[in-house]
């Protein structure tokens, strides 16, 4: 996966900005309703999905859990007002994380 805005260092044998995904594969016993124990091998990538909006899209919406980053953005300036409409979003104060 390439990242254009990472802060990651390159890791050995890969380009900059390059993050590598690799299957986790979990394997685990369970009992059927006939008493018969099977084993059952899952492999998946490590991946949650996401949406991201600028503080801006945000001003008309109340969202249930949101995660806000009040770093510095890449391009322009942080201020009071872009913190401001970022935590007010949420529905409750238990669904920020920052």
């Excluded at 899952?42 to 980053?69: E, G, H, K, T, W």
Aim: aromatic share 8%.
């Amino acid at each position: 996966m390439r990242m254009a805005h990472t802060k990651l260092d390159a890791l050995e044998a890969l380009e900059s900005g390059v993050l590598p995904i690799t299957p986790l594969r979990k394997t685990f016993s369970m009992t059927t309703a006939s008493r018969n124990k099977i084993t059952v091998t899952r492999q998946q990538l490590p991946v949650m999905p996401a949406y991201a909006f600028a503080d801006y899209c945000s001003q008309v919406q109340m969202i249930n859990y949101c995660i806000i980053d009040l770093g510095m953005p890449p391009t322009g300036q942080l201020m009071p007002f872009n913190a401001y409409v970022a935590l007010s979003q949420a529905m409750e104060e238990t669904g920020i994380r920052f």
